[in-house]
């Protein structure tokens, strides 16, 4: 199955830095999903792309659609505590399935 | 609250055991998606059905089916239960059929076998 390569696996960053964080696949496609799972919580959508090139912000979120369609960066701006959780991309495969990266731990110290 | 609801929230049980596990759909989503969360292998995608059909296949074993029913809730059966089975499981819903529009999870069941 298509597999998605997130990078990094964990980030332990003090508050008031900004994050980064990208995807990426052998493949290409045509949307890319941002997600953040919080503990005991199911994943929630931040950031859907829909365009290569495209860049979405969400508050202090922004993510882009690559332009080779292969990869998507999520950016997170002057972190703050509640920033903590899990982030995960995602690409919709065939239409019917989110496939999902390992996903990027964030750790903030205060 | 995603407005998609998930029974149990736990559940402990022993090997070569079966349970269900249920999901009640956001109001109007006609799609329901399960998922498999585990350290080691991610989220992986189970199962999804539209209104009552399955309309996709993921990774899911042979010990476990799934359904939809008529009002729309999702049943999620697991058999034969193995201690690899332990991991988070999630549904989720959308309106449409395929997630192109925003799927909305629900907050999970822990399995847990011992």
């Known amino acids: 199955g298509q597999q998605l390569n997130q990078s990094p696996q964990s980030m332990f960053i003090q508050e008031g830095e900004d994050v980064s964080m990208n995807c990426t696949s052998s493949s290409i496609f045509n949307t890319w999903l941002w997600y953040k799972q919080e503990p005991g919580e199911g994943p929630v959508l931040l950031i859907a792309?829909?365009?290569?090139?495209e860049l979405t912000s969400n508050g202090r979120l922004t993510a882009q659609f690559g332009i080779t369609r292969k990869d998507s960066f999520l950016n997170i701006s002057a972190s703050i505590p509640s920033d903590v959780g899990i982030y995960f991309c995602?690409?919709?495969?065939?239409?019917?399935?989110?496939?999902f990266g390992q996903g990027t731990r964030l750790t903030i110290n205060p | 609250d995603s407005g998609v609801t998930q029974t149990p929230k736990h559940l402990i049980t022993a090997t070569g055991q079966r349970v269900t596990l249920r999901c009640s759909p956001r109001?109007?989503?006609?799609?329901v998606y399960w998922y498999q969360q585990s350290l080691d292998q991610g989220l992986q995608f189970l199962i999804q059905y539209y209104n009552g059909e399955e309309r996709a296949k993921g990774n899911i074993l042979e010990r476990f089916s799934a359904q939809q029913f008529p009002d729309l809730h999702s049943e999620l059966n697991l058999s034969s239960l193995e201690l690899g089975d332990s991991a988070l499981y999630f549904c989720?819903?959308?309106?449409?059929?395929?997630?192109?529009?925003?799927?909305?999870f629900g907050q999970g069941t822990r399995l847990t076998v011992v």
């Open positions: 792309l829909y365009k290569a090139g």
């Open positions: 989720a819903s959308s309106v449409v059929q395929g997630p192109n529009t925003e799927a909305f």
């Open positions: 995602a690409i919709i495969q065939g239409a019917q399935k989110l496939v």
């Open positions: 109001s109007g989503d006609l799609s």
